[in-house]
């Protein structure tokens, strides 16, 4: 009976509706949407993308794929959705092996970066595509994607081509047609890169909104750390080929792994500077910090500390005001600490003006200790 | 709001007039550039208007000199070509069969090739493309006593099989390498998408790709068809009184006695008939900028 029921899923998934892929999660299998991969290895050429990624992603969860261009993220995505061969390691979904499946039989959805619609097709007949391939029945694709352009405010543009619309509206039609027939997975490559930055935000809540409503496990890609933050339930940081840090946004901000990894979440990211640990003493830019009591062991020490959290006082390192960044609400001061320039960020209005010279101090609790060579957090 | 209105209406002819120097100015190099494109249009023009007109006289008032512009128009050259003792109809039929299924053979077998070279990523690309190339620069005398000498082997002188197959050897090459081109302005992402749809590698260029390259598949049409369909050295080697197309018929006109100018202009047009109305059908398809809007930034052409 089960047997019979997957048969038939993978025949024509857009036949079952958004009740059937609860249920399934309840049939025993492991949840309906899970993703695993284990030492995903991927070469090109000479070059290596990717040095054995393993991931773990959860039923109905938005998980982000964070780090800078070039990081291997993408391809992981790409890898997820059968777009990318593998060179060692496999890919799991719901625990079955999908790691030699074409691109077709996975049951995933994806919105390109660059959206990738059918320029020769309306929006009606783009949504329609996906249902169209299965063979769904002409009512029932006609409900469906009434159903999917509605989600996305897109139902009064049905008529129109691609050509016709706004960048706003042709990412949403691209949403559309990934939603359409209700996949398992639900990839999105740098969905709101295109969109300018007021539309960027409203859209980004929308998606989050649309994802909730429809449970489906969402992979992100993104390289705005801001993005991630905002939208995902657990992130994962690229570095390079390889995964740095997976956790929830809040405690990848208040420990990041890596010193990459701290100068690369936050706006402005945390700050580094060099640092020594003598005698469970710390002393930074040539100045002892008798109060402060590390547990780290002797040695060298990168030494973070997150705009937020430097104070300008009466005390602390001496520093030159080098640029004040008025944001409106906040402000960010540049501060010329021993020839290294290190943001601060506050709410209130400082009183000083570029050449000051000033003092920053942080709470002893604000700070984060990083191994200098290995750049492995050490606490 | 018709405050601001009224001044500004007041010092319009004030402006008209300071305006007159760079008109005339701009008027002139537009006379200029309407008097050279006439010229232009004129002498590209020519051959065919006097064709068309030579097709509508007498023999003798083509040979009329100084020409005749008005003369006495006649559809004689015309039942002659089609109808007469040595009529062009079988030779038209011949040329029709030996381009079209040229041309048809030629796309069913450059269109996936051409999809072929410009997706997959196969050593020595761009080697292979340059020799596709190259060998439409060899000379096609070189080729015809070979050519010759190979069908007369096997027994297929003076057959349609024959020549297609000949047509073909230089078609394919030039289709191939013009539709690669048309396949490459399309973002690999089209088809990744489509492949995410469930559609498949055969229906993604059947549903997605072809539509959108549909511009260069009509260029490809035009061009082979009127390469096959003009083309008359081979023909004229290669057939005989079985395939005879009409380019070659068309020569029986010029002997050595005479040369019947009028009738040799009524066969050219009807020659050039079936070529222009092709012309006008895939007229319809060569739109460009059809890629705008499918991806960002797209459009480049």
Request: charged share 20%; with cysteine; net charge positive.
């Amino acid at each position: 009976m089960i047997e019979k029921r997957t048969a038939r899923r993978n025949r024509l998934p857009a036949e079952r509706g958004e009740g059937a892929l609860r249920s399934e999660a309840g049939d025993g299998r492991p949840g309906a949407g899970s993703v695993s991969m284990r030492g995903i290895v991927k070469r090109h050429g000479s070059f290596t993308a990717l040095h054995g990624i393993d991931l773990d992603i959860a039923p109905g969860e938005f998980f982000a794929l964070l780090g800078p261009s070039g990081s291997g993220k993408t391809t992981t995505l790409r890898i997820l959705a059968g777009l990318e061969s593998v060179d060692a390691g496999r890919v799991r979904q719901d625990g079955v092996d999908v790691t030699d499946r074409e691109p077709g039989e996975r049951d995933v959805a994806m919105v390109f970066q660059s959206y990738a619609l059918y320029p020769h097709m309306t929006v009606h007949e783009n949504i329609a595509f996906p249902l169209r391939m299965i063979g769904t029945a002409k009512d029932e694709t006609e409900r469906a994607v009434r159903d999917a352009a509605a989600k996305v405010r897109i139902d009064h543009l049905l008529a129109r081509r691609p050509g016709e619309l706004s960048g706003g509206q042709q990412q949403r039609c691209a949403l559309a047609r990934a939603i359409v027939r209700k996949p398992r997975l639900f990839l999105l490559d740098e969905p709101l890169s295109n969109l300018d930055a007021k539309l960027r935000l409203e859209t980004r809540v929308e998606l989050r909104k649309l994802q909730r409503a429809l449970g489906v496990t969402t992979v992100y890609v993104t390289h705005d750390q801001e993005e991630a933050m905002t939208i995902a339930d657990r992130v994962a940081v690229f570095m390079e080929g390889r995964i740095v840090q997976v956790g929830r946004p809040q405690d990848i901000f208040a420990r990041p792994a890596t010193s990459v990894v701290a100068a690369f979440i936050g706006s402005p990211p945390m700050n580094l500077l060099p640092g020594e640990v003598r005698d469970g003493m710390l002393r930074v830019a040539g100045m002892d910090f008798p109060g402060l009591r590390v547990r780290a062991g002797d040695g060298a020490v990168s030494v973070g500390v997150r705009p937020a959290a430097l104070r300008i006082g009466p005390d602390g390192l001496p520093a030159r005001v080098y640029l004040v960044e008025n944001l409106g609400d906040t402000t960010i001061v540049d501060l010329d600490v021993a020839g290294q320039v290190i943001k601060l960020r506050t709410d209130q209005p400082p009183n000083v003006r570029e050449g000051d010279q000033v003092r920053v101090s942080f709470a002893p609790d604000a700070l984060h200790l990083f191994d200098p060579d290995t750049g492995l957090r050490r606490d | 709001m018709s405050a601001p209105g009224l001044p500004a209406r007041e010092s319009a002819p004030k402006r008209e007039a300071r305006r007159v120097a760079p008109v005339t100015g701009k008027r002139l190099r537009t006379l200029a550039l309407v008097v050279l494109a006439t010229v232009l249009l004129a002498i590209w023009a020519f051959p065919v208007l006097w064709a068309l007109l030579t097709s509508f006289k007498t023999e003798r008032d083509v040979l009329a000199y100084p020409p005749t512009i008005f003369f006495e128009p006649t559809l004689r050259n015309y039942a002659d070509v089609l109808f007469g003792s040595a009529s062009l109809l079988p030779n038209l039929l011949s040329s029709t069969i030996v381009a079209g299924v040229s041309t048809i053979v030629t796309l069913l077998l450059a269109i996936p090739a051409a999809y072929a070279l410009a997706r997959l990523d196969l050593p020595a690309k761009r080697a292979s493309g340059f020799y596709v190339l190259a060998t439409q620069m060899l000379p096609p005398v070189g080729l015809i006593i070979p050519y010759y000498l190979v069908l007369q082997k096997v027994g297929m002188l003076d057959t349609y099989s024959g020549l297609i197959v000949i047509y073909l050897t230089f078609s394919l090459p030039f289709a191939i390498w013009l539709m690669v081109s048309y396949f490459e302005d399309i973002p690999r992402e089209m088809e990744e998408a489509a492949l995410l749809d469930r559609a498949g590698r055969l229906r993604a260029l059947w549903y997605v790709i072809l539509p959108q390259v549909r511009g260069g598949i009509a260029v490809t049409t035009i061009f082979v068809f009127l390469n096959a369909w003009n083309e008359f050295l081979f023909a004229v080697v290669l057939g005989g009184n079985r395939v005879r197309p009409v380019t070659v018929a068309m020569f029986n006109y010029i002997s050595v006695e005479q040369t019947l100018w009028a009738k040799l202009a009524a066969g050219a047009m009807l020659a050039m008939a079936p070529v222009i109305l092709l012309g006008l059908l895939a007229q319809r398809h060569i739109v460009k900028g059809l890629t705008v809007g499918a991806v960002k930034g797209g459009g480049r052409r």
